[in-house]
């Protein structure tokens, strides 16, 4: 983006950037984008008071606005409205985190002229017995100039499922500000506060749940497993952030009552504190759906030093070192969980310690921030540079991008 100096600018829009990542990631690519000389502004529908005043220090500027789908206007309303005031920011480089809103959004910024990323959070429909559902996501993904997939399972995945995509797939791979996770950062009064306020016993084990908890995921056999569990001084705390499928808590509910885990359940907001209720957990239980991309809780929990249990899927022993940080059990085998269970909550203090070293060093060696706003960056810069020349001449045009849940 040596470019970028003669006057390219930067717009990331984003429906809840706090959704799809943490604040110091986009606190990063917002600060390296004005480095490159960079304009940066960013577009939300919800953004939290305290990143956008991170993002407004590190000289972006936030632009609150309807989200496709929202209010009364049609999609082709929409389409030509965005078109226009990305065209009048001179936006060169529209980059869309998620699918939502993702064909508004991708059409406006192709009829504005810009180049289009498009990160999905779905590879593909819950089933690919969909077939209409699979149809509107190809549409979607031709809409993009580059598709962004955080592993090589992920790309492997994508260009089965949409062999047309291929050859515009690339990997970033997923980072975190891992020096906001040491322990000396996160740990006492941060971890305190949350025993006080959610009444845990800071004597027992916590097995960390994430969502969001839906129908797909996190299964109801995982649950069921850890009440055949023997051991019985932990407590599971079931976090999600925004996504939370109320109904299906019911149905939840109606389970933990039945296995008798009600008692030891604790409900807890991921979002509010992430960093310090993954350093509350001894270990944390991460099971997505099988069509959604969500690298991250993989990589939050080695860094507090906190080992994972997850499924035996193709792509996930990129996230973790199976047997030393972390341990993969066959889908729906309750046994082979339940027994993991158990090891994992037995362990001794100096092993516990042995693992959350390993733990926080591979964490700190696989998913720097640096690494993978550098492999963004140079997609980014590739984008530009086919960009014909005149177009990067005049006013500051923009780096877009845009986050979706």
Do not use: K
Not at 236 to 255: H, I, K, P
Not at 266 to 281: S, V
């Amino acid at each position: 983006m040596a470019e970028a100096r003669e006057g390219l600018g930067a717009v990331l829009a984003a429906r809840d950037p706090a959704a799809f990542g943490e604040d110091g990631s986009w606190l990063a690519l917002v600060q390296a984008l004005r480095e490159e000389g960079a304009q940066v502004e960013v577009w939300a529908a919800d953004i939290r008071p305290a990143l956008a005043r991170l993002l407004e220090r590190a000289g972006s500027r936030i632009e609150r606005l309807d989200w496709p789908g929202d209010g009364p206007f049609s999609q082709v309303f929409r389409v030509r409205r965005l078109a226009a005031r990305l065209q009048a920011a001179r936006v060169t480089l529209f980059h869309l985190f998620g699918c939502s809103g993702g064909a508004t959004l991708l059409a406006a910024a192709r009829r504005a002229g810009s180049r289009t990323v498009l990160a999905p959070d779905r590879l593909s429909p819950p089933s690919p017995r969909h077939r209409r559902h699979l149809t509107a996501l190809g549409r979607l993904f031709a809409l993009a100039d580059a598709l962004e997939v955080p592993s090589e399972a992920a790309r492997d995945r994508l260009s089965a499922l949409f062999p047309e995509c291929a050859a515009r797939i690339r990997i970033v791979p997923p980072g975190l500000d891992i020096a906001t996770r040491a322990p000396e950062r996160v740990g006492g009064l941060r971890i305190a506060a949350l025993i006080e306020r959610f009444q845990l016993d800071s004597g027992r084990r916590h097995v960390l749940v994430c969502g969001p908890f839906s129908r797909e995921g996190p299964p109801l056999w995982a649950l069921r497993a850890m009440a055949t569990c023997q051991r019985g001084d932990f407590d599971l705390l079931l976090c999600s952030g925004n996504a939370t499928d109320r109904a299906f808590l019911v149905e939840l509910q109606a389970l933990l009552r039945a296995t008798g885990l009600e008692a030891r359940v604790r409900f807890l907001p991921l979002d509010e504190d992430r960093a310090a209720t993954f350093a509350l957990a001894d270990l944390v239980l991460h099971l997505p759906p099988p069509d959604v991309v969500d690298p991250l809780p993989f990589i939050e929990a080695q860094a507090a030093g906190v080992p994972v249990v997850t499924e035996a899927r193709r792509g996930f022993e990129e996230f973790l070192l199976p047997g030393v940080t972390g341990w993969l059990v066959p889908r729906g085998d309750r046994e082979a969980l339940a027994a993991v269970f158990a090891t994992a909550l037995s362990l001794d203090p100096a092993a516990r310690d042995r693992i959350a070293a390993r733990c926080r060093q591979f964490a700190r060696e696989a998913f720097s921030l640096a690494r993978s706003l550098r492999a963004r960056l140079q997609l980014y810069r590739s984008l530009v540079a086919a960009l014909p020349h005149g177009s990067r001449t005049g006013e500051p045009a923009g780096f877009a991008g845009s986050v979706g849940q």
